[in-house]
């Protein structure tokens, strides 16, 4: 299929995340999963590795002619892949440890990435059967209920004073976080489990900024990044510099910021730029 079909490939990557979902929350219902630790220590499932044998298939079946890069795969040294134009980059489970812990705060990402850059983002998540989806140049999407609504992020009234709504994780300390932002400004936070849907709750606007510190790979932002920015918000390295992908041997990205309305001085309120 060529790569100028962008919405049949938007459409095809909708209908992957849906079916690998819901075989997902099949698994997560019936309880019956083996874990196992990677050689980094994060944890991995049977389920993450039956997610990603349904989307490679899938994706394999329906775009032959475009690569593939998982969390779940060997994804080669970076001489074999750096002059890729375009590839499917995927997390068949973004949120393997909230699925473990049962709090169903997971997600399945894919995105497509031309020329270094996100141009289509989809994120399930199986447990609220809640589907957002972006292409480049045409808008952000939250499928649920039935109905498929345009998204965008929240629009401060006052972008030099009013309170950030901080999306946190479930495990993540709230003083420790609030440590890293101006104080200059008040703060509500939101707990969530899964990267990708703490962006997707900016890109809906029920919250303003994300920061995340420590190990993520590509595949956790490379979906978040289409659908944030289709919504009117941004993802970037701490420093403020963009993310870059498929630059690296290690795949892995720097600490992140998720920011929401552009209007916001985002670099006064966020102290953590390394």
Not at 146 to 160: L, Q, Y
Not at 219 to 239: M, R, V, Y
Request: proline share 5%; net charge negative; glycine share 6%.
């Amino acid at each position: 299929m060529p790569l100028d079909d962008l919405d049949q490939l938007l459409e095809i990557a909708k209908e992957t995340a849906q079916e690998a979902g819901k075989e997902v929350l099949k698994i997560y219902n019936s309880g019956h999963y083996d874990s196992y630790s990677k050689d980094d220590e994060s944890p991995v499932t049977s389920a993450d590795y039956k997610a990603n044998d349904i989307i490679s298939k899938a994706l394999a079946k329906h775009s032959p002619d475009i690569p593939i890069m998982s969390e779940e795969t060997n994804n080669g040294d970076l001489a074999a892949r750096k002059d890729w134009p375009h590839y499917w980059l995927i997390d068949p489970i973004d949120g393997t440890q909230e699925f473990i812990a049962g709090s169903g705060d997971f997600a399945i990402n894919i995105a497509l990435i031309s020329n270094n850059e996100p141009v289509i983002g989809v994120i399930y998540g199986p447990v609220n059967d809640t589907l957002y989806f972006a292409r480049k140049g045409h808008g952000a999407f939250k499928q649920a209920d039935g109905e498929t609504k345009n998204i965008s992020v929240r629009k401060f009234d006052d972008p030099s004073t009013d309170s950030v709504v901080i999306a946190i994780s479930r495990r993540q300390s709230r003083d420790r976080l609030l440590s890293k932002m101006s104080e200059q400004r008040t703060y509500e936070t939101k707990p969530l489990g899964s990267c990708s849907l703490k962006s997707c709750i900016i890109a809906e606007g029920k919250a303003d900024l994300y920061l995340r510190l420590g190990v993520t790979g590509e595949w956790d932002t490379g979906a978040p990044q289409c659908i944030i920015a289709e919504a009117g918000g941004k993802i970037l390295a701490a420093n403020f510099e963009p993310l870059t992908y498929n630059q690296r041997n290690t795949l892995t990205n720097p600490d992140f910021v998720v920011l929401g309305d552009q209007r916001v001085d985002w670099r006064s309120i966020v102290l953590h730029q390394v």
